[in-house]
């Protein structure tokens, strides 16, 4: 899988490019990188220094910077490229970093008025829903 310009691995700030997402799934269990959290939080929320801490608690996160390895556990990473599919899906769809951002934080009320961004970082269910949400917008059904 070659990695488009806001591929789940370009926004992990994965070097080289994951040939299938088995590839990617071995990446994540190896353990990514922790600058992941940041190049993630620093696209979603560019301007919010706070926002990696809501991908990972900060006291995990001064752990995982300090430790010798600086590697996310596979639960982290997975969480991690779960909003990265989130957040590349999104921008397939609007085209625009500011656009896909606008529809992450925004309220919607297909998902009882909470913003996107708070329901995929929630649960897999709940990424599930917003990429269903965001599907019904590429294909007519609005988003």
Request: glycine residues 12%; charged residues 25%.
């Amino acid at each position: 899988m070659k990695a488009e310009p806001h591929s789940i691995e370009t926004l992990l700030g994965m070097p080289g490019n994951a040939d299938t997402l088995l590839d990617l799934a071995y990446r994540i269990e190896g353990g990514l990188p922790v600058g992941a959290v940041e190049r993630l939080a620093g696209f979603v929320a560019p301007g919010d220094a706070n926002f990696k801490y809501r991908l990972m608690s900060k006291p995990t996160f001064m752990r995982r910077k300090k430790s010798a390895g600086k590697r996310l556990t596979a639960e982290e990473g997975n969480k991690l490229a779960r909003l990265a599919k989130v957040v590349s899906f999104a921008l397939d769809i609007y085209k625009d970093p500011a656009r896909a951002r606008a529809f992450l934080s925004r309220p919607h009320p297909m998902l009882d008025g909470r913003p996107p961004l708070d329901v995929a970082l929630a649960t897999g269910p709940g990424a599930d829903t917003v990429i269903n949400i965001l599907g019904r917008a590429a294909y007519g059904g609005g988003a």
